[in-house]
């Protein structure tokens, strides 16, 4: 029998009716065993996050003011799913030792992991099966830091003699007990380290779009989910701004070689995004996977006359970035001139002193810095097979009018990084959908 | 009255067919009034150039063994042609103070200087024009490198009362007249000097092809020579393998903006290629200006997840290659993927350490090498202008069947940088003129 790893996101487990989706999803496939359950997320796009609520609990709380209807705001959301489910799920029961702990001391961290508790709490009285409480097993260094193999160890003894379970995401404790909230990736944390510490076949992540999308939906509109991506294709995306799982939340699973798979809560009968270490056997990859990219770059090009002459030019002009810990995104080089490609955010503090010590130290016969830059990232394993794949991206890049500022192919062939002017990055996108999927 | 300094090749002053030639090309233009000339050339494939004549009968007369015969090769040579030509030129009488030489002490430089002095006294001869020894005006030091300074002042100085001349190329002397030639460049930079000691308008640099050509002959048949073309291009291609004039010639007339016209003595009516500081009003640059490449590249290739994480890792790498004065030609990054791509030849004997260090020090997740890589350089300074560019060159490399491994483009826009397996150089050249010339 096969071991399931399934999440649900706050959208998927907001309502009564999200509920029974999610009944029948777990219902569907006895192998989705080990679930790991968000907050209530919002009904419609006027609805509050319950986590968003318990954060505004706990602030009128801190501030020593009024947070009782905040709270009764809170009980109703439950009252109303577990009503309405007729799941056997006193409310009132479970709140008392929040109305105790905002009583007393009340711990921010404490308080925004109310609703994961609950909504598990709630979603295995409604199934029937084990609760098992995050506090007791994902475990936190007493610096706040995150230990991995500790949790490994107390989620595997925790989960091992279950042959199913409820778990909730987004946090832990101490050895104290002391409850600690993730600060990145949040439920999907919890689902990948549960995935890990059951040994499971699959870690299933439900939410409401079918899968990793091609691109941005606020640019294309209702693009393709990606079928197939690997880790790394998946990594390059997220790090140009695609909207996809933190990398805290692919680390666990990546490691131990279990395939994520993006799920629709809301169509099930989708197949959403596998995300895997290498494509299986028998897919071919497309010639590209997806494309993302953020606005916000700057360019610092140095021109020289016979640089290539001079042995280190280009370490200690990115070491003078270096220096002001500015990260260098990329460096395109031509015979005489270095482009230095940095996030405008990063970069714009050390603007001054950074270009005063490339004029100092490199003398350089002109330095001209651009800002305003979009990088996009064309991603996709497939590219390597695919030899007309650069010659097209470009293509479409252009038909659609845009002026390519740099282009960036290195041997490793996973991405072409183009650089454009931000006023034509959406046109960039569009062009790019167009050509490989319309 | 304009000046234009005509400097003409070893091809050019060949024969007393050849004298013909440039006699005529400097009677069709009255400003053509300082020539600089080289050596006799080979007249046909099966000859020897009369300075490797030269060379071979130094090293026998240094190694003591019988030179007479070699010398008496170099005799006949400007004997038939003063004889051809009709020109009063004592042969025997030139080559007295060369035997004196050859039998007290030769010298290397001296020997190898003789080509450019007899034929420029041969060719002042037979003009009847002064002709004015590089030895009193050329200057280099006494540690054998060249003096800029002085040589412009003793030039202008010698030839500011002349209203035409004659210069040997290829060397000059130090202040106690010892002979020394130019390293590199030759006669090229001997005009470039005189063009611009004079201040001359233009310098003509006559050789045996009619320009400088958009690609290299040995792989397109009769590729098309270039019209107009930027210093800058130039600089670009002939970094790149482009057989054009040494950056020690363009030097002196770049810096006095003196533009550069190549030109071929047996198809005077050809234009030649005119090298600028930029392109004349009216005159439109091309998408491409010309094509040029190397084989001979390694990349290594460095992957490490959340490279970006780690501020200075790319100077770092960098440093690595700078320490072992390995200079990088081209660093493309990606997210986690940086490429340091190096000449092979002076990588290889420092590969196994470079590789070591970077393991040691930058503990990547991997580092592969990849030997064997061509760089092609795509130059043109109508990229700016023309949007689809890329596109075009990259879909022409890709249209010739050939894998592209590597692409950089920087803002600069001058040129777009295509790395090819090596195999696929020529095809892909070929591809490349196909598109833009055929």
Same mark, same amino acid.
């Given at each position: 029998?096969?071991?399931?790893?399934?999440?649900?996101?706050?959208?998927?487990?907001?309502?009564?009716?999200?509920?029974?989706?999610?009944?029948?999803?777990?219902?569907?496939?006895?192998? #989705?065993?080990?679930?790991?359950?968000?907050?209530?997320?919002?009904?419609?796009?006027?609805?509050?996050?319950?986590?968003?609520?318990?954060?505004?609990?706990?602030?009128?709380?801190?501030?020593? &003011?009024?947070?009782?209807?905040? +709270?009764?705001?809170?009980?109703?959301?439950?009252?109303?799913?577990?009503?309405?489910?007729?799941?056997?799920?006193?409310?009132?029961?479970?709140?008392?030792?929040?109305? &105790?702990?905002?009583?007393?001391?009340?711990?921010?961290?404490?308080?925004?992991? #109310?609703?994961?508790?609950?909504?598990?709490?709630?979603?295995?009285?409604?199934?029937?099966?084990?609760?098992?409480?995050?506090?007791?097993?994902?475990?936190? #260094?007493?610096?706040?830091?995150?230990?991995?193999?500790?949790?490994?160890?107390?989620?595997?003894?925790?989960?091992?003699?279950?042959?199913?379970?409820?778990?909730?995401?987004?946090?832990?404790?101490?050895?104290?007990?002391?409850?600690?909230?993730?600060?990145?990736?949040?439920?999907?944390?919890?689902?990948? +380290?549960?995935?890990?510490?059951?040994?499971?076949?699959?870690?299933?992540?439900?939410?409401?779009?079918?899968?990793?999308?091609?691109?941005?939906?606020?640019?294309?509109?209702?693009?393709?989910?990606?079928?197939?991506?690997?880790?790394?294709? +998946?990594?390059?995306?997220?790090?140009?701004?695609?909207?996809?799982?933190?990398?805290?939340?692919?680390?666990?699973?990546?490691?131990?070689?279990?395939?994520?798979?993006?799920?629709?809560?809301?169509?099930? &009968?989708?197949?959403?995004?596998?995300?895997?270490?290498?494509?299986?056997?028998?897919?071919?990859?497309?010639?590209?996977?997806?494309?993302?990219?953020?606005?916000?770059?700057?360019?610092?090009?140095?021109?020289?006359? =016979?640089?290539?002459?001079?042995?280190?030019?280009?370490?200690?002009?990115?070491?003078?970035?270096?220096?002001?810990?500015?990260?260098?995104?990329?460096?395109?080089?031509?015979?005489?001139?270095?482009?230095?490609?940095?996030?405008?955010?990063?970069?714009?503090?050390?603007?001054?002193?950074?270009?005063?010590?490339?004029?100092? #130290?490199?003398?350089?016969?002109?330095?001209?810095?651009? &800002?305003?830059?979009? =990088?996009?990232?064309?991603?996709?394993?497939?590219?390597?097979?695919?030899?007309?794949?650069?010659?097209?991206?470009?293509?479409?890049?252009?038909?659609?009018?845009?002026?390519?500022? =740099?282009?960036?192919?290195?041997?490793?062939?996973?991405?072409?990084?183009?650089?454009?002017?931000?006023?034509?990055?959406?046109?960039?996108?569009?062009? +790019?959908?167009?050509?490989?999927?319309?």
């Amino acid at each position: 029998m096969k071991k399931i790893t399934a999440k649900f996101g706050g959208s998927s487990l907001a309502s009564a009716a999200q509920f029974r989706k999610v009944g029948a999803i777990l219902a569907a496939d006895p192998d #989705r065993r080990f679930v790991v359950a968000s907050a209530p997320g919002k009904r419609d796009s006027g609805d509050t996050k319950v986590t968003d609520l318990l954060y505004r609990c706990y602030d009128l709380a801190a501030a020593g &003011e009024e947070y009782l209807p905040v +709270l009764d705001a809170i009980r109703a959301r439950f009252a109303d799913i577990a009503g309405e489910l007729g799941a056997s799920f006193d409310v009132e029961a479970e709140l008392a030792p929040i109305r &105790e702990h905002l009583a007393a001391a009340p711990r921010r961290d404490y308080m925004a992991s #109310r609703g994961e508790y609950l909504n598990s709490r709630l979603l295995a009285a409604w199934l029937g099966w084990p609760f098992v409480d995050a506090a007791s097993c994902v475990r936190f #260094r007493s610096d706040g830091s995150f230990d991995a193999d500790a949790t490994q160890t107390l989620l595997s003894q925790a989960l091992s003699g279950l042959d199913r379970a409820v778990v909730p995401g987004f946090y832990g404790a101490d050895e104290t007990g002391r409850v600690v909230t993730f600060s990145r990736g949040g439920s999907d944390v919890s689902g990948s +380290l549960v995935a890990r510490a059951v040994g499971a076949d699959l870690y299933e992540n439900w939410t409401d779009v079918s899968g990793v999308l091609f691109t941005d939906p606020r640019i294309v509109k209702n693009p393709i989910p990606i079928p197939y991506i690997t880790y790394r294709e +998946l990594r390059e995306l997220s790090y140009m701004g695609a909207s996809v799982l933190h990398e805290d939340a692919v680390f666990p699973v990546r490691r131990a070689g279990i395939p994520i798979n993006i799920r629709n809560t809301n169509r099930p &009968e989708d197949p959403g995004t596998m995300i895997v270490a290498a494509l299986p056997e028998g897919v071919t990859p497309p010639p590209v996977t997806g494309v993302a990219g953020r606005k916000g770059f700057s360019s610092v090009l140095v021109e020289k006359s =016979m640089m290539n002459a001079e042995v280190g030019f280009g370490a200690r002009l990115l070491d003078i970035f270096a220096e002001k810990g500015v990260p260098f995104e990329h460096c395109p080089t031509g015979i005489d001139t270095m482009s230095v490609v940095v996030s405008e955010s990063l970069f714009t503090p050390h603007k001054a002193e950074v270009l005063a010590a490339v004029e100092a #130290r490199l003398k350089p016969d002109s330095v001209k810095l651009e &800002e305003g830059l979009a =990088m996009i990232a064309v991603v996709g394993c497939g590219m390597v097979a695919n030899k007309g794949i650069a010659a097209r991206i470009l293509g479409a890049v252009t038909a659609a009018g845009v002026n390519i500022r =740099m282009i960036d192919q290195g041997s490793s062939e996973l991405n072409i990084i183009i650089g454009v002017r931000e006023e034509d990055y959406e046109t960039a996108i569009r062009g +790019l959908y167009k050509e490989f999927h319309q």
